[in-house]
């Protein structure tokens, strides 16, 4: 099939599953359940790259600051959240500013990185829902029905394989070890793969072939060991 009709065909599911969900929570009688979100997003950015050299994959989406919607949105409406790193200059992403740092390691300047994100990348996160802290999605969900959660998460797993075998890029980032071990562990069912000295996940796909990396953070700051990511980034995506 056509990449881009399983993309498009991938998109409805996933948002109409989530649209039913969001109606769940806003039904009346949930009202506990409904003040611990503020709605979807799917992908950071205006659209999904097709053939993107790295996928980004983080725990769920931030608050940010923003206003609670209580809407699906299967994009942000706006260039990729990284992007703002040069333009705002109030911007205090620190995931972004430390990814930044690790692409500049991994020998990329300054325009290769804004290519990079703006024409080969795609951000997501293994859930969708929006939380003021990744512990509020169980809490959340879980308010609505018991194991309701864990129903999401297996949800959620099949969206996440099922995009990643579909875009096959080139490298997967998972964006803190939580994430790593859930995806690997529990979406993959493979060992984990994770190296304690440099805290560093990696575990390498045939088919298709991809290399699928994780780092540790802390407080949002990678704690991993950025030399060696950087090594492995830049071998992966053959950065001179």
Known sequence: MDKEIEIENWKADYQRYLEELNEQLKAEGNE??????????????????????VL????NPGKGGGEKQEKVKMFTGYKMSYL???YDKTYNYTSAIQTIEVLGKANFN????????????VKTNLY?????????????????????FDEFHKK??????????ILKPKVVIFEGKSIWNCVIGDCFEQESGWNHQLNIGEFNSENPNILFLGYARRFSYIISNKEVL???IKTVLGNK
Do not use: M
């Open 32 to 53: 506990e359940a409904r003040a611990l979100y503020y709605g979807f997003y799917v992908i950071d950015g205006i659209e999904i790259n097709l053939n993107p050299d």
């Open 56 to 59: 980004f994959i983080g725990i």
């Open 84 to 86: 703002d790193y040069w």
């Open 110 to 121: 300054e325009i290769e990185i804004k290519d990079l994100f703006n024409n080969h990348t």
């Open 128 to 148: 969708s829902i929006i939380t003021n802290n990744a512990r509020g999605i169980k809490e959340c969900l879980n308010l609505l029905t018991p194991q309701r």
């Open 156 to 165: 959620s797993c099949a969206f996440s394989v099922a995009l990643i075998n």
């Open 230 to 232: 950087a090594e492995k």
